[in-house]
C-alpha cells in the first residue's frame, strides 16, 4: 500500500535553531501534502495545504514566515519551523494524496520536536 | 460548517469486550468519511473508510456503515484486543480534500 515517510522521527535542539522536516511519498505521487500540528492528548491541527509547485495555502492562525513550506516535487514536501522557540514544541504530522477529493490520506509517523 | 463529533474517552474496556466508539457528523452534500487509528507515538493509519450512504466500512475486524438518516459512522468491533488499544479518530473530507476530524477517542484494553 501506499506509504508516507517522515523524517526525522525525533529532534531535540535550541531555541533560535531552524529545524527542517522532511515529508516523501514512497510509492505514489502526491499531488497534495498536507502539514498537522498536535497537542498532547488533543486532536490534528491543520496547518497548510502543499500543492507541488505552488504555494502552500496556510490555515487561519499559522505564520507563514515561522513555518515554512516547499512542495518541489511529486513526492517531497518540507516544513521549515524557523527560529524555534519552546512553545514551538510539538508533534508534527505530513500527510500526502493523490489527486481525487475521496482519494484517502496517508499519513506520516510524525516529528517530535523538542526546544529547549 | 463541516463538523464531526466523537464520543470522549477514555473508553476502558476487557480483552473481548464489544467496542462501540460513537461518531456523527455536519456537512453539506454527502462527504467520504473515515475512521484513522493512531498507536502511541506514532502517525495516523487508515482504519476504514466509506464514501456514500450505506456503504460498510471495514477492515481488521472493524466496521462502520455511514448513515446518513442519522448522520452518523459509529466504529464497531465485536472482541477488541489489547492490540487495539490506541487513539481512534473519525473524519471527514471537506473542501479542497481537508480532513476534518473529530478529538479523538482513546481506547484502553485490559486483559
Known amino acids: 500500500g501506499a506509504v508516507v515517510s517522515q523524517h526525522p522521527s525525533w529532534v531535540i535542539c535550541k531555541s533560535g535553531t531552524s529545524v527542517k522536516i522532511e515529508c516523501r511519498s514512497l510509492d505514489f505521487q502526491a499531488t497534495t501534502m498536507f502539514w498537522y500540528r498536535q497537542f498532547p492528548k488533543q486532536s490534528l491541527m491543520l496547518m497548510a495545504t502543499?500543492?507541488?509547485?505552488?504555494?502552500?495555502?496556510?490555515e487561519q492562525g499559522v505564520e507563514k514566515d515561522k513555518f515554512l513550506i516547499n512542495h518541489a516535487s511529486l513526492t517531497l514536501s518540507t516544513l521549515t519551523v524557523t527560529s524555534a522557540h519552546p512553545e514551538d514544541s510539538s508533534f508534527y504530522i505530513c500527510?500526502?494524496?493523490?489527486?481525487?477529493?475521496?482519494?484517502?490520506?496517508?499519513f506520516g509517523d510524525g516529528t517530535r520536536l523538542s526546544i529547549l | 460548517g463541516n463538523s464531526v463529533t466523537q464520543m470522549e474517552g477514555p473508553v476502558t474496556l476487557s480483552e473481548e469486550a464489544f467496542l462501540t466508539i460513537n461518531c456523527t457528523y455536519t456537512a453539506t452534500g454527502y462527504p467520504s468519511l473515515f475512521w484513522y487509528v493512531q498507536y502511541p507515538g506514532e502517525g495516523l493509519q487508515l482504519l476504514l473508510k466509506a464514501t456514500k450512504a450505506d456503504d460498510k466500512g471495514s477492515n481488521k475486524g472493524f466496521e462502520a456503515t455511514y448513515r446518513k438518516e442519522t448522520t452518523s459512522f459509529h466504529l464497531e468491533k465485536g472482541s477488541v484486543q489489547v492490540s487495539d488499544s490506541a487513539v481512534y479518530f473519525c473524519?471527514?473530507?471537506?473542501?479542497?480534500?481537508?480532513?476534518?476530524f473529530g478529538a479523538g477517542t482513546r481506547l484502553a484494553v485490559h486483559p
Open positions: 500527510s500526502a494524496s493523490f489527486r481525487g477529493s475521496n482519494q484517502p490520506q496517508h
Open positions: 473524519a471527514l473530507v471537506g473542501g479542497y480534500n481537508k480532513l476534518i
Open positions: 502543499s500543492n507541488e509547485g505552488s504555494k502552500a495555502t496556510y
